[in-house]
């Protein structure tokens, strides 16, 4: 089975600053997708970014960006000039992309972001 | 196009009574996936209904069960209510193409407290 490790229960960051959460999973199966979701306290979970195993190229989305690390199992997500806004729980996913197979998301433990003006 | 809604959106139960929550997808979705979320467990998968029909179940006892309709919307149901079944229940959609990978779009919760 599929797991997924968020080892950072909280993090902070200032306003304007950079942030880095960090993600691990554990799979042998060799096609799969990633994703992080966004979860403010308001509670409706939005998709932040995903990143397809088989693409090399890390994804970004504005401010967001990841470093996937397949050898090594590593996933994790930079936030470039964090805003009052990003504040909220992060969660890992991870999906399987055999053909057929689940549309379950398996998913970390989540990380708590506060981001102080 | 409107996102995910659930209804109801906040609900209190005693133990042993049973619970219906109600998932709408986004139009045009086929696949709905049911989630449940606590503080001690995190978010673990309920199971997930296309085409009116159950592809997956996760490790939860029989008292979970759901439905898909002929629109795609989704009932989940839960019988015999335990005070360890409060928890936020999130509904999630997709297209349902099968073109390639399709993002799972959530509903803002159904919050349900069982005393």
Redesign the interface.
Known sequence: AQTVTQSQPEMSVQEAETVTLSCTYDTSESDY?LFW?KQPP??????VI?Q?AYKQQNATENRFSVNFQKAAKSFSLKISDSQLGDAAMY?CAY?S?LQGG?????????TKLTVNP | KAGVTQTPRYLIKTRGQQVTLSCSPISGHRSVSWYQQTPGQGLQFLFEYFSETQRNKGNFPGRFSGRQFSNSRSEMNVSTLELGDSALYLCASRAGTGAGEETQYFGPGTRLLVL
């Open positions: 997708y979701y308001s509670r409706q979970m939005i998709l995903r397809e969660f999906r992309g689940s549309e379950k998301l398996v998913f970390g433990k989540g």
